[in-house]
């Protein structure tokens, strides 16, 4: 196979299975569960061996047509191919024991599929080739929101096809317009300077990558999601797989395609992109009282973080948002996945009725808190090593703002974690939840796997890094062992402070309020202004796609009134009603009089008469 | 001698019939009319086949070699009209064979209808105006006599409506004869042309006289009350050829050969015409029966004809002339499956039927093809004369009246494909649950018919160069001359 055909493996493998799965009843689920975790194993296999046999690159025809259908793998993509297929593992195991009696056997086809279809999206060569597999994952996100079987779960999933439809669309008129200029779908050898059609270009792409991944502005319906959609949805789709194929899209936009330099506007676009979002969804996320809205505003900001990283052009910069993309992958499905273990068992995700459940579920709650303190940046988990490296990023290239956001954002990711952390497990037992167990061990391990590789990536942070600065341009002038561990410089020292920041507002508001740890938040959500823009937001007056709805629909009455009704009641009720007015008329006139006739014969005569003499 | 025939043998068998009626009731008079119209149709393509284009026969009657001086004449526009009715008559005497068994006497129906189609015959092989009206009068009196056949008070009265008006309208005509006669001295069309006479009064006098046996509006009023309670051979032949023989043929004869053509008939003839086609049409919407809708449609179809005359140019003239033709299929065969429908089911109002079509398929489906032929789709025969007409309108610049027969066949469709729809599609009521298709001979001349539209529809080159142009030659000449007549005016 040293053709490289065995590049097709990690696209038909998924999907062939996900079939099969589709078509094994639910009598045998067990069997059914088990082939989709002997594939997710084997496609972890494969591309691990992808590893020991080098570049490989696979050329066909699509479809006896003219197109190329190419495929090639190199160390970046390999990187990707390698955490898809353990998280697709990970999320299946997860699931496989949780969905015991919902829909579970279309959950495991669409994961199976969207796994191959993102696969394919990594592996391809040629933007055509990612277009199609960028585009299928559309279906399985649409099929996904909809198993959740909640009221709203159509129009949730309606809205994020829509919002991320509309990011692809972008993203197709971006490759449209980078044909125009390089004449060719491929990936370039050498990246396209950005000026005059290639700064259009390249903004569309990168609102494809970005809206994909989950950053503002088109971001609004992963909260919604987080309600309405089955959360081993909300563990493997926002959580890790949007992340990994989003950024690495990203990564290629910037750094294959274009070439973005450091400092220019393109970047300062991007690291404004990314500071925006950081801010806005972290004061998002520190207001709300369910876990999993909580968590799903949490992963849009941290994806600005992974773009603020990359905008910054710096080798720190780019590493740090490459390490932090994996990082947040693997708490943020962890930390969903403990939510989805908590729901499971109590049957509710509201903060207020959560309470003290350390006792009872003590490894789900000792994950959980780990990952949180990943998430915040706590010293030496692998969160902390990739936001010190951006900060880094950002300091280096001079504007102080972007890493003063990053700073902000980190004082209110840890208030709100702490928040989380002491409503669901620390805390007072809450009386309203009945007594609850551990879930079972197909449900703790992969959440186990997840906090443990939180830990060894903090401690042993140079295996990642290693490889990561591999395939980053002039990261092999990077200093890695300077950074790890070191907590004696100035940037260190601002992020404790902000830790300690952050601990003594949660401190703070929750004595305020009645020792109620669900209400720490309450402090901030009561300044002045900020109530008011609070309430705007949860009414939804900022999102786009629900102005953009309104005015589609007035619009559309409009049209409906001014063209439709007015011609149909020209053609349904003039010319129809006039006819039989006329006709009514004309057959009054047909007496049967045959004296009236007569007179007809001579006024007709007469007519004629007058007619020709005139004449 | 042998133009002679066509007159001739039809009022011998039809002074024979009553007489054969006596002892047989059904087989003899059936076979005899029937043979003396098949006869006359393979006499009138023999003679097609052998015209030569141009010119006319000409036959002087001798008694014995005592010249009578009663001429036959035959040229162009005779032999189209010949062959038209040829056709029309044949198919319905195959229909009478068993519709006409519910009406009484057979042998006097088809005594009045030999009389009804010798007269016509004679309308169109003369050369004089004088017996043209004589032959106008018998087939007339042939008309009320059969409109009557229903033999319900609704046939009688319409037969009486008939004949009062027609009388009126005769007189019109005599009165026209008579004042040409008396300014030229004689009654023949040749001589008349020759002496280039003309006169708006008497021109007025036939014009009214003539479009009361054309059926155009404001004239039009007999045709309904005839139409609908006669016997429906009745309206086919009348409306199928009566009609046109009366009324079409003898306006142009009088307007193009006789009395010069000049701009102020044209534009009445195109205004009748313009008006009956869209008064026809709007009419016929408002109708549930059957045959009155029918009626009105013709109406609106003899109003094609006589716009697409009216206009004068060559163009209009050929395809006045073919929709002629065409119109005596189509609307003989309309007229012919409203009588089928009244024969199984007693009724002819659309309103009472329903779902037919399924026991009666032969009827159903040349009633589509009459249907669509008289609203003028391809590649039925209507298509082309209706498309000849509106071109011709179109060149004349005559953009408002092209326009207005594009919507009047639109009207067409309309109303036609509603009873359509109402009488042989949809679901059939109880009451007809058990009719049977029509028999063998009614069938066959409605196959007939439909066959022969189907034919001109797809090949209609042959009957364009045949019969159409040698007679649209005929008036353009009659043009022609009254051009030179009136001085170079037109």
Redesign the interface.
């Known amino acids: 196979m040293s053709n490289g055909s065995i590049l097709l493996i990690p696209i038909l493998l998924p999907v062939i299975a996900g079939i099969i799965c589709y078509c094994i009843p639910d009598g045998l689920r067990k069997f059914r569960n088990v082939i989709a975790l002997i594939s997710g194993f084997a496609l972890f296999l494969i591309v691990a061996n992808f590893y020991k046999s080098g570049n490989l690159i696979y050329v066909s025809n699509w479809f006896f047509s003219t197109i190329v259908f190419s495929l090639k793998e190199d160390s970046f993509s390999r990187f990707i191919l390698l955490w898809l297929s353990v998280f697709s593992f990970l999320i299946t195991l997860y699931v496989s024991a949780r969905m015991a009696n919902e829909r579970s056997r279309e959950f495991i086809t669409y994961l199976l599929i969207t796994c191959g279809f993102a696969c394919g999206a990594v592996l391809a060569n040629s933007l055509l080739v990612l277009l199609f597999f960028w585009e299928g994952l559309l279906i399985t996100l649409y099929l996904f929101i909809c198993l959740g079987g909640k009221k709203s779960s159509h129009r949730t999933a309606l809205k994020g096809f829509i919002l991320v439809g509309f990011c692809d669309f972008c993203f197709i008129l971006g490759v449209i317009l980078y044909w125009r200029i390089t004449g060719s779908f491929d990936f370039p050898d050498s990246p396209v300077a950005l000026k005059g059609v290639g700064i259009l270009s390249f903004s569309l792409m990168v609102l494809g990558a970005t809206g994909k991944a989950g950053a503002l502005p088109f971001h609004t319906w992963i909260p919604d999601a987080a309600i309405d959609a089955p959360v081993g949805f909300m563990a493997f789709l926002p959580g890790a797989f949007e992340k990994l194929i989003g950024i690495y899209l990203l990564v290629k936009i910037c750094f294959n395609l274009f070439s973005l330099v450091p400092g220019s506007g393109a970047s300062m676009g991007l690291m404004i992109l990314g500071a925006f979002t950081i801010v806005i969804a972290v004061c998002m996320a520190l207001i709300q009282k369910d876990i999993k809205r909580l968590l799903s505003y949490h992963a849009i900001s941290q994806v600005g973080y992974m773009i603020l990283g990359i905008g910054t052009g710096v080798p720190a910069g780019i590493v740090g948002g490459i390490f932090h993309m994996l990082n947040h992958a693997i708490y943020k499905s962890a930390l969903f996945l403990g939510a989805g273990s908590v729901e499971q068992r109590t049957g509710t995700t509201d903060l207020k009725s959560l309470g003290g459940l350390y006792k009872e579920m003590p490894i789900t709650g000792l994950c959980f808190i780990i990952c949180s303190c990943a998430i915040s940046g706590i010293w030496p988990l692998n969160g902390y090593i990739s936001k010190e490296m951006i900060i880094d990023g950002c300091l280096e290239t001079g504007y102080k703002i972007f890493a003063v956001s990053a700073w902000l954002g980190a004082i209110f990711t840890f208030a709100s974690f702490l928040k989380a952390m002491h409503s669901i497990f620390l805390g007072e037992r809450n009386v309203s939840t009945p007594r609850v167990k551990e879930v079972g061990l197909p449900m703790l391990l992969p959440m186990i796997i997840l906090a443990l590789l939180c830990i060894i990536f903090g401690l042993f942070s140079s295996i990642p890094l290693s490889v990561i600065s591999k395939f980053v341009p002039q990261g092999h002038m990077l200093h890695l062992s300077s950074h790890p561990l070191n907590l004696f410089n100035t940037v260190s020292g601002i992020t404790i402070l902000c830790l300690i920041a952050a601990f003594l507002l949660h401190r703070y508001g929750w004595l305020k309020n009645d020792r109620k740890p669900y209400l720490a938040s309450e402090v901030v959500h009561n300044l002045p202004v900020i109530h008011t823009i609070y309430n705007l937001a949860e009414r939804r007056f900022f999102d786009i796609y629900e102005q953009a709805i309104k005015f589609v629909k007035v619009f559309a009455l409009a049209l409906y009134y001014g063209f439709d009704r007015s011609s149909d009641w020209l053609y349904e009720k003039l010319v129809v009603e006039s006819?039989i007015k006329?006709?009514?008329s004309?057959?009054s006139l047909?007496r049967?009089f045959?004296s009236e006739?007569?007179g007809?014969?001579f006024?007709?005569?007469f007519v004629?008469?007058i007619?020709?003499?005139i004449? | 001698m042998f133009l002679f025939i066509f007159v001739a043998i039809p009022l011998i068998v039809a002074s024979v019939m009553l007489i054969i009626g006596r002892f047989s009731r059904d087989v003899l008079p059936d076979f005899l009319a029937n043979l003396c119209f098949f006869l006359l149709l393979c006499a009138s393509i023999m003679i097609s086949c052998s015209w030569p284009g141009t010119g006319q026969y000409m036959h002087i009657l001798k008694w014995f070699s005592t010249n009578l001086n009663i001429k036959v004449v035959l040229d162009g526009l005779s032999l189209l009209m010949i062959f038209t009715i040829s056709i029309v008559s044949l198919s319905v005497g195959l229909f009478s064979i068993n519709y006409m068994g519910k009406y009484g006497s057979k042998s006097l129906y088809y005594a009045i209808l030999l009389v009804l189609v010798a007269s016509m015959n004679g309308i169109v092989l003369t050369a004089d105006l004088f017996t043209m009206y004589i032959f106008i009068e018998a087939a007339g009196i042939a008309s009320y006599g059969l409109v009557s056949l229903g033999r319900t008070r609704y046939s009688t009265e319409g037969a009486?409506?008939y004949l009062?008006?027609s009388a009126?309208?005769s007189s019109?005509i005599l009165l026209g004869i008579a004042g040409v006669f008396v300014n030229t001295g004689t009654t023949d069309i040749r001589s008349i042309s020759a002496s280039g006479f003309s006169s708006?009064f008497f021109?007025?006098?036939f014009?009214?006289g003539f479009?009361?046996k054309c059926g155009l509006v404001?004239?039009h009023?007999?045709m309904?009350?005839a139409y609908t309670a006669a016997p429906a051979v009745l309206p086919a032949i009348s409306s199928g050829i009566f009609v046109k023989v009366a009324g079409v043929y003898t306006v142009a004869r009088i307007f193009f050969n006789a009395l010069p053509f000049s701009?102020?008939?044209s534009?009445?003839m195109v205004?009748l015409g313009i008006i009956s086609i869209v008064?026809g049409a709007?009419?016929a919407?408002?109708q549930s029966g059957l045959k009155r809708l029918l009626a009105y449609s013709s109406i609106s179809q003899v109003g094609y004809i006589i716009l697409g005359i009216g206009i004068g140019t060559p163009l209009g003239i050929i395809g006045g002339l073919l929709h002629m033709f065409n119109h005596a299929i189509f609307k003989s065969l309309l007229f012919l499956n409203a009588g089928a429908v009244e024969y199984t089911c007693g009724t002819d109002d659309s309103l009472k039927l329903g779902g037919l079509g399924k026991n009666m398929p032969f009827t159903s489906t040349t009633n589509v093809i009459g249907l669509l032929s008289a609203a003028g789709v391809p590649p039925l025969n209507g298509f082309w004369s209706k498309l000849i007409i509106v071109v011709a309108l179109f060149k004349a610049n005559m953009f408002l009246y092209g326009f207005i027969a594009i919507l009047a066949s639109v009207l067409t469709l309309g109303y036609l494909l509603l009873i359509q729809r109402r009488v042989f599609f949809g679901k059939i009521k109880e009451c007809f649950e058990n009719i049977v298709d029509v028999p063998f001979w009614m069938n066959l001349s409605m196959v007939g018919l439909g066959l022969v539209c189907v034919w001109v529809g797809v090949s209609f080159a042959p009957i364009l160069i045949k019969w159409v142009l040698p007679a649209a030659n005929v008036l353009m000449q009659g043009i022609r001359t009254s051009f030179c007549a009136l001085g170079g005016i037109l």
Do not use: C, E, N, Q
Request: no cysteine.
């Open positions: 006819g006329i006709i009514k004309l057959r047909h049967g045959i006739y007569v007809w014969i006024i007709g005569m004629i008469a007619f020709m003499f004449l | 009486f409506k009062v008006l009126i309208a019109f708006k021109i007025i006098l014009l009214t479009s009361f404001p004239f009023t007999w309904p009350d701009a102020g008939v534009s009445v205004y008064v709007l009419l919407l408002g």
